[in-house]
């Protein structure tokens, strides 16, 4: 059920959130790359969230990931 609630209720938000805090290019340019992988998984979404875009979004997600 907690996968349900992050997938269907707090994914479309976080999604937007990102976007609106590292701007379009930025975040297309991530989808891009994620898109690219051959096993996405939660992980590697933050992995490569912590690699492109550093501490203080990477901290935003944690805390984004821990209210579902």
């Given at each position: 059920?907690?996968?349900?609630?992050?997938?269907?209720?707090?994914?479309?938000?976080?999604?937007?959130?990102?976007?609106?805090?590292?701007?379009?290019?930025?975040?297309?340019a991530f989808c891009k790359r994620f898109h690219q992988m051959d096993r996405p998984t939660t992980?590697?979404?933050?992995?490569?969230?912590?690699?492109?875009?550093?501490?203080?979004?990477?901290?935003?997600?944690?805390?984004?990931?821990?209210?579902?």
């Amino acid at each position: 059920e907690r996968c349900e609630r992050l997938l269907y209720d707090r994914g479309p938000i976080i999604l937007h959130d990102l976007r609106n805090r590292v701007g379009d290019d930025q975040f297309l340019a991530f989808c891009k790359r994620f898109h690219q992988m051959d096993r996405p998984t939660t992980q590697s979404f933050i992995t490569l969230i912590q690699g492109m875009f550093g501490k203080i979004i990477s901290q935003w997600l944690e805390v984004q990931l821990k209210e579902v």
